[in-house]
């Protein structure tokens, strides 16, 4: 993790056009180590479409997304490999169990299985391939594989959409400790998150 080196992600007016107008007209952004966004707004506010940016999937109309003062366009396999994302779909091999995609990616990522089995609690389905899952556990799954590795910027898409209580809570401590060791995270969402001192942006 990055703590203490002081980067930052920063958006400077930022045009993203979408469907011919522009959704995001002129955004200025900045966050800090240990910061949380909650992007809000109505169905269509551009919420999505901010976070494909700040991810680097989208191409701003004009402006520019920054880390640590350089563009990301520069280098989007490096961006690449400080977020982990998190959206409406999941990158989940449908025949692998939970524990197989999670080992899987641990190899890729580095981290401990076991520890993101723990931290949504996916142990009584860790043996469970990953296509028989419901939507909630699939988006469990999902958020588990936020603790594999250290990337500092996590971009969250409606991450507790089909959580029953129980998971919402546990994603708590798990956002939390992401915070404390200097982490970032940008969330889109209609629905309460459970973390405390989240800056809130109204799109
Ligand atoms: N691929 C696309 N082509 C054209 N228009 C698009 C595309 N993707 C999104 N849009 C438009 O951009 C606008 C913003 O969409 P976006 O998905 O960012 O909204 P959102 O705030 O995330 O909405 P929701 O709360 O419904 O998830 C919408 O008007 C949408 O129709």
Do not use: Y
């Amino acid at each position: 993790m990055q703590k203490g080196s002081g980067a930052v992600l920063r958006a400077e007016e930022l045009v993203l056009r979408r469907g011919g107008h522009d959704v995001v007209a002129g955004l200025g952004l900045e966050i800090m180590p240990g910061e949380a966004i909650m992007l809000l707004g109505r169905n269509g506010a551009g919420k999505s479409t901010l976070l494909r940016a700040l991810a680097g999937l989208l191409r701003p109309t004009s402006g520019r997304v920054c880390w640590n003062g350089a563009d990301i366009r520069e280098d989007l396999a490096e961006h690449g490999q400080r977020l982990r994302w998190v959206g409406h779909l999941d990158a989940a091999k449908p025949s692998l169990t939970v524990r197989e995609n999670l080992r899987f990616l641990a190899r890729l990522l580095g981290g401990e299985v076991q520890q993101a089995l723990d931290a949504m609690a996916l142990n009584a389905i860790a043996d469970q391939p990953a296509r028989s899952l419901s939507s909630g556990q699939r988006r469990r799954l999902a958020l588990s594989r936020l603790v594999l590795g250290q990337a500092p910027l996590w971009l969250l898409d409606e991450p507790t959409v089909g959580l029953d209580a129980a998971s919402v809570a546990r994603l708590g401590p798990v956002l939390a400790r992401h915070r404390a060791a200097g982490g970032m995270i940008v969330a889109a969402t209609h629905l309460p998150l459970p973390v405390t001192d989240m800056r809130e942006v109204t799109l």
